[in-house]
């Protein structure tokens, strides 16, 4: 770098954060050390300068650790070999053109994500429904919002959300349904604390089974019995009709059904007393939520994945828009029915078409839209039907129909239900491709052919968030030499398949011309989705997009949709859908006696091939839990720290014990995080069934029917391994319990199982790699240089400890015990970093504690400054604190970021209560 000055920022980016679908703006900045920091963008206007936990440690994500840099294609020995782009491209064409020409374009498919850019998906799109010919192209948005995306189009005609971030600020009463907002959505969760701390007359209502942070602005929590979501709506809608709260002018000039949907509703509600003993919540409760529905105006609900990860999740989100649509409360400020979206570009993939029953640009498969996009994109060859759902693709791949599948920045061994199923499905078929950036998913174990990715800081193009805002994403490093955008690649192999014509793109802004020209085409306010406006960009005006909401047709003010009471079904109106509740499709059973819900985690990202590699995120929450409530953890044997088993006929999950009296009786949550790549046995979908939802394809992962029993581990314990050393596979655990816990310069493997090895130090050294001289020299190190162990015996407790050390320095630390406990291993790790370990120091290490007067800081709480719950308690004794801020003041905790706030809060709230005799 030229640097001029140390100090003086070189270079600002403006860019999107690659999470979640609130669309953050964020400025990457580099200093005159050539380091690049992130900030939040104070101008941009879905966050206003906020990041949360996520967002503010993406500078710690830029070196991402296994980077995938080279194409590599799997050779007749099974394993994958390095190979030119060349070779990669003509193998991917070579296949699909097989496939094609034997079995029909309906015998391949592509399987994109929410997480690539508006470009990338476009392509991917034309490529797939407009000239291989077939609409075997979906997205993992079908595992997200694909249930609310049914219901909109059922209600509307439209995949259309119609509320804004400041709508929802500006409501009276905000209900949030099945969203873990302030987790899975924190800078929205934050504008919403502002908003009521200006408005302290603002209600919040939240609709969940478990009590979760979220809840910390909650007026009202109800926490419904699972899956009980249409039932609660119907019974509101009955409840609205009472109050002769029904809009009756909006439903006779612009909604169709709502006769019969307050007929059937009613069936589903014949009393108040009936609905919550079926909804399992209190009555005054219940009454509470609907007397503050009835009476506010500016309602918005949201909801995302408690409502649409269900078998009957299209239904769900239909009984909740019906209720806006009798009460008129759509298309205005400061109301309506708000589904937010999960990653960062879900909407944008939406756009385009990325889902499997959509054509393009929000366009169907009616016999029209076929023509228009065939004229459009000059092909002959257009889908003339929608194609297999993610669900349904990857059963084809199972059953042989599919030989060919490109995998796009998705894990599905990870993220799809029945994992068994899936990895089943990978070894069947012939080619399978994977777009990544990362070479350890465990989907990249079943890929053919492995292709590198640029990422996040490296791509260029667009995203829409949930508000329906276009944002830039703009590269500020130069990716790895081999690495290619996706959007690159896809137009490649279509070359390569002989369509020239319609992929001859010399960059993102030619993509993003001609898809914003697709919008408009022969649209004249016919369809909601038109970027008319953007169709005559130049690429400097690309580049210099404004964050936008659409609509943006050319020649025309841009109109809030549905502000002029018509939608977009072929009379115009909206309609109500008559939906019946249902339960869940998992049965309880005395087999499968609780139900395991599942979900986010605060500072984790999905399969954490990003966040997993940041260590301060790992500290809130570093291995695989479940969370059980003390009544059933008493009634099924399950002991705080210790570990669960819990299974079902799909499969079996290992997890640590989390008693928990924010859970639900009879309902478990485990995070959704833990992939093979992190954890040996912590994957939730080794559980979960492959039922979806009949609408919308969406699987139901959140009800699961399990068993729960105690792991019967005969020895815990823990190794800390440098990353000098190769860390070892954790397959090499499949025995028992593993977890990988990456940490400054150190790795923590957290350890259990059943049968214990007669030699723990031979053990040891089989598993954690030795240097020692007779076996081979692992990586780093020299042919010859020795090690010496240390080692603690105690058989009778079952207390054993071993350290190896080479050249004064720790290579690894091993404890073993007979019972679980949470060990402070901070003090431990900082002694990796000594260069010349003292003869107390190594005493320490075997004593298993530190003499000297260290203080623990017991479990993270504040990721950004690594602060833990017993410095706040501390902090808390010593001093006064009313509040916060003043906790914050005195300890930092919660001053960057924010997201930690809910649990200061509860924190706060628990000491003053243990305080109080
Ligand atoms: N930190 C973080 N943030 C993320 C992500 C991430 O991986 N990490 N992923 C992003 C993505 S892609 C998505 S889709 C969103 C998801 O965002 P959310 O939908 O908020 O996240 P989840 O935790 O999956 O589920 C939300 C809640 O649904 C509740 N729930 C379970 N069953 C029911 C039910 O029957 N009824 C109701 N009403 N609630 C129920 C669960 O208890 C849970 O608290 O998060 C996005 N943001
Ligand atoms: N049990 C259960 N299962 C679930 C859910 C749940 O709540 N419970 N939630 C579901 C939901 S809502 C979602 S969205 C899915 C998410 O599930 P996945 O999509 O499988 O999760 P990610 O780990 O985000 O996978 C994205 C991958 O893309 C790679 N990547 C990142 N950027 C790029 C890029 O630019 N190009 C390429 N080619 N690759 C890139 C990353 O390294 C990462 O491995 O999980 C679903 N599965
Ligand atoms: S809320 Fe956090 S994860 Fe979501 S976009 Fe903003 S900074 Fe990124
Ligand atoms: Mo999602």
């Known amino acids: 770098m030229n640097s001029t000055s140390q100090t003086i920022s070189q270079a600002t980016v403006k860019t999107t954060c690659p999470y979640c679908g609130v669309g953050c703006g964020v400025l990457a900045e580099q200093n005159g050390q050539g380091h690049w920091s992130v900030r939040g963008d104070p101008e941009h206007p879905a966050n206003f300068g906020r990041l949360c936990s996520k967002g503010a440690a993406l500078a710690e994500t830029i070196d991402l650790p296994h980077r995938l840099t080279e194409p590599q294609v799997r050779q007749t020995d099974g394993q994958l070999a390095a190979v030119s782009w060349d070779l990669a491209l003509n193998t991917i064409a070579a296949g699909f053109r097989a496939a094609i020409d034997e079995f029909g374009p309906e015998s391949v498919g592509i399987y994109v994500s929410g997480q690539i850019l508006t470009e990338d998906y476009y392509v991917a799109n034309k490529l797939m429904k407009g000239f291989i010919g077939a609409a075997n192209i979906d997205t993992n948005s079908r595992l997200c919002m694909s249930s609310a995306?049914?219901?909109?189009?059922?209600?509307?005609?439209?995949?259309?959300?119609?509320?804004?971030?400041?709508?929802?600020?500006?409501?009276?009463?905000?209900?949030?349904?099945g969203s873990n907002t302030a987790y899975a959505h924190p800078v929205i969760f934050q504008r919403l604390v502002a908003a009521k701390e200006r408005r302290p007359e603002m209600k919040f209502v939240v609709i969940d089974p478990r009590r979760t942070a979220t809840c910390d602005i909650a007026d009202l929590h109800l926490p419904l019995a699972p899956g009980a979501d249409a039932l609660l709506f119907n019974g509101l809608l009955v409840a609205l009709a009472d109050a002769d709260k029904i809009n009756q002018a909006f439903l006779a000039d612009s909604v169709d059904g709502f006769e019969e949907t307050l007929a059937t509703a009613r069936t589903d509600a014949p009393d108040i007393d009936t609905l919550a003993q079926r909804c399992g919540l209190k009555?005054?409760?219940?009454?509470?939520?609907?007397?503050?529905?009835?009476?506010?105006?500016?309602?918005?609900?949201?909801?995302?994945?408690?409502?649409?990860?269900?078998?009957?999740?299209?239904?769900?989100?239909?009984?909740?828009?019906?209720?806006?649509?009798?009460?008129?409360?759509?298309?205005?400020?400061?109301?309506?029915?708000?589904?937010?979206?999960?990653?960062?570009?879900?909407?944008?993939?939406?756009?385009?078409?990325?889902?499997?029953?959509?054509?393009?640009?929000?366009?169907?498969?009616?016999?029209?839209?076929?023509?228009?996009?065939?004229?459009?994109?000059?092909?002959?060859?257009?889908?003339?039907?929608?194609?297999?759902?993610?669900?349904?693709?990857?059963?084809?791949?199972?059953?042989?129909?599919?030989?060919?599948?490109?995998?796009?920045?998705?894990?599905?061994?990870?993220?799809?239900?029945?994992?068994?199923?899936?990895?089943?499905?990978?070894?069947?078929?012939?080619?399978?491709?994977?777009?990544?950036?990362?070479?350890?998913?465990?989907?990249?174990?079943?890929?053919?052919?492995?292709?590198?990715?640029?990422?996040?800081?490296?791509?260029?193009?667009?995203?829409?968030n949930s508000e329906r805002r276009i944002t830039r994403q703009l590269p500020f490093i130069r990716p790895p030499a081999q690495a290619r955008h996706d959007w690159w690649v896809v137009c490649e192999v279509a070359k390569r398949l002989s369509f020239d014509d319609g992929f001859n793109f010399p960059n993102t802004a030619a993509i993003f011309r001609e898809y914003a020209a697709m919008t408009g085409f022969e649209n004249n306010g016919s369809r909601d989705l038109d970027l008319s406006a953007f169709a005559t960009f130049s690429d400097a005006e690309y580049d210099a997009l404004p964050p936008t909401r659409w609509p943006q047709p050319a020649n025309q003010q841009a109109k809030e949709p549905f502000a002029d009471g018509r939608f977009f079904t072929p009379n115009r109106r909206a309609r109500m859908i008559a939906v019946r509740a249902q339960g869940p499709t998992s049965a309880l059973t005395p087999t499968?006696?609780?139900?395991?819900?599942?979900?986010?985690?605060?500072?984790?990202?999905?399969?954490?091939?990003?966040?997993?590699?940041?260590?301060?995120?790992?500290?809130?929450?570093?291995?695989?839990?479940?969370?059980?409530?003390p009544q059933d953890a008493a009634r099924f044997r399950l002991r705080g720290h210790q570990i669960a088993r819990i299974g079902n006929a799909n499969g079996t999950a290992l997890a640590r014990v989390h008693l928990d009296d924010n859970q639900r009786p009879g309902s478990l949550f485990m995070p959704m995080h833990w992939s093979q790549a992190f954890s040996q046995h912590g994957?939730?979908?080794?559980?979960?069934?492959?039922?979806?939802?009949?609408?919308?394809?969406?699987?139901?992962?959140?009800?699961?029917?399990?068993?729960?029993?105690?792991?019967?581990?005969?020895?815990?314990?823990?190794?800390l391994i440098s990353q000098r050393l190769t860390v070892p596979s954790l397959a090499q655990f499949s025995g028992g319990y593993a977890v990988l816990i990456p940490g400054d310069g150190v790795v923590r493997i957290e350890l259990a199982g059943i049968d214990a090895p007669e030699d723990w130090l031979g053990w040891a050294k089989r598993q954690l790699g030795t240097l020692d001289a007779r076996n081979t020299v692992p990586q780093g190190f020299e042919q010859g240089e020795t090690a010496h162990w240390i080692e603690f015996a105690d058989p009778a407790n079952g207390r054993f400890r071993i350290a190896q050390i080479h050249a004064g320095q720790l290579d690894w630390v091993l404890h073993i015990t007979a019972d679980s406990r949470a060990v402070d291993t901070q003090w431990l790790a900082g002694l990796f970093r000594e260069t010349e370990l003292s003869t107390l120091q190594l005493a320490d290490v075997m004593a298993g504690k530190p003499a000297g007067a260290q203080t623990d800081v017991g479990p993270i709480i504040c990721a950004c400054f690594s602060i833990g719950r017993n410095t706040l308690l501390d902090a808390m004794a010593e001093h006064p604190i009313p509040d916060v801020k003043t906790l914050g003041a005195c300890t930092q905790a919660g001053t960057n970021c924010g997201s930690c706030i809910p649990e200061l809060k509860a924190l706060l709230a628990h000491s003053a209560l243990v305080a109080t005799p």
């Not at 019906?322 to 960062?344: D, E, V, W, Y």
């Open 592 to 629: 499968y006696p609780l139900r395991l819900n599942n979900g986010r985690l605060r500072d984790q990202w999905h399969g954490m091939s990003r966040t997993g590699a940041v260590p301060k995120l790992l500290n809130h929450a570093s291995e695989p839990t479940v969370s059980v409530h």
């Open 683 to 719: 994957l939730v979908n080794a559980l979960t069934d492959a039922q979806t939802d009949p609408v919308s394809g969406q699987p139901e992962f959140k009800t699961q029917a399990v068993w729960a029993e105690p792991y019967p581990a005969k020895w815990y314990g823990f190794a």
């Open 283 to 464: 009555k005054s409760d219940l009454e509470q939520f609907f007397n503050w529905f009835i009476a506010t105006e500016r309602t918005v609900s949201l909801w995302s994945q408690g409502m649409n990860q269900s078998a009957t999740g299209t239904d769900k989100g239909n009984a909740l828009i019906n209720c806006h649509l009798a009460t008129g409360r759509i298309g205005k400020p400061a109301m309506g029915p708000f589904s937010i979206t999960g990653q960062p570009n879900a909407m944008g993939g939406r756009e385009v078409g990325g889902l499997a029953n959509q054509l393009a640009a929000h366009q169907g498969f009616t016999p029209e839209a076929i023509d228009r996009v065939s004229r459009f994109w000059g092909s002959d060859r257009v889908a003339q039907k929608p194609g297999l759902k993610a669900v349904d693709l990857f059963a084809a791949a199972g059953s042989g129909k599919i030989k060919a599948l490109w995998i796009i920045a998705t894990n599905p061994v990870f993220s799809l239900p029945d994992s068994h199923a899936v990895r089943a499905a990978l070894a069947t078929c012939p080619l399978v491709v994977l777009s990544e950036c990362v070479d350890n998913t465990d989907t990249a174990a079943f890929a053919d052919v492995l292709l590198p990715a640029t990422t996040w800081g490296e791509r260029n193009g667009t995203v829409t």
């Open 149 to 177: 995306v049914a219901a909109y189009n059922r209600a509307f005609g439209s995949d259309t959300v119609p509320v804004s971030y400041e709508d929802l600020e500006n409501a009276d009463l905000v209900v949030l349904v």
